[in-house]
């Protein structure tokens, strides 16, 4: 276990950088016009989980819970992550089938 990563930024550079090293596409979203969208997309054989960052114990804000229930009501996984483990836990079982 490596040591614990506290700023929202870290996390998300090392659990981005640990999947592109397992092959999987990552996108950060910065998209213009609609806050709220969750920070980065990971993508692998045709499936896409969305990921939003927070600091360990933080929460999202109103806006970006309702653009995550908003995707999850269409059909998307889109879920907040606030530990590097917890991340990549998600995008195994998500994307490479792990059975956690």
Request: aromatic share 8%; net charge positive; charged share 25%.
């Amino acid at each position: 276990m490596g040591a614990l990563v506290t700023s929202e930024s870290k996390i998300e550079r090392v659990v981005t950088a640990w999947a592109r090293d397992m092959g999987i596409m990552t996108i950060k979203l910065n998209v213009r016009g609609q806050r709220g969208t969750p920070d980065r997309l990971f993508m692998l054989n045709g499936r896409v989980l969305f990921l939003e960052f927070k600091r360990p114990g933080a929460k999202p804000s109103p806006l970006q819970r309702y653009m995550i229930n908003q995707l999850q009501a269409n059909g998307f996984d889109a879920v907040v992550v606030d530990e590097v483990e917890q991340a990549k836990k998600l995008i195994g079982r998500y994307l490479l089938g792990w059975c956690i």
